[in-house]
């Protein structure tokens, strides 16, 4: 099981301005922005089995690592989870609303699964981000 994933970008502001909509219908709100060498942003949703509550699992790092490697984390696809078919699509349109491209209009993908229901998003690193829910209907 993953514990969390940091992507490095080239605009933290923009990074937060569009990820901020996009993850709030999956239930993510900000939950750290600071410095820790650089500036860094964390988004966590709710999880009754941490002792906060929440669980920051999602994390953006301004500008490029000191140990070398690209700008920015690009060409990456990564689906966070949803309990509805309902948040997949508002998943969808806030993140073409926020600056995203459509890359895959929510729907089923029976190909997958037969109750694979999912939308897809190029973010503006050019990550090939989805929202995913697996329950039928």
């Not at 909509?21 to 939950?31: F, I, Q, R």
């Not at 140990?67 to 990456?76: I, K």
């Amino acid at each position: 099981m993953l514990d969390h994933m940091t992507f490095r970008v080239r605009d933290i502001a923009r990074a937060k301005a569009f990820y901020t909509p996009t993850l709030a219908p999956l239930g993510y709100t900000v939950a750290f922005e600071g410095q820790y060498g650089a500036n860094i942003l964390g988004f966590a949703h709710p999880d009754a089995a941490e002792p906060d509550g929440r669980r920051t699992d999602v994390w953006f790092i301004d500008g490029p690592s000191p140990y070398g490697g690209p700008a920015a984390t690009s060409g990456c696809h990564l689906a966070w989870r949803a309990a509805t078919r309902a948040q997949v699509d508002a998943f969808h349109r806030a993140a073409l609303a926020a600056g995203g491209r459509d890359n895959g209009p929510p729907g089923l993908r029976p190909d997958y699964h037969p109750h694979y229901y999912g939308a897809f998003v190029i973010d503006p690193e050019g990550n090939n981000i989805e929202a995913v829910c697996h329950q039928p209907g």
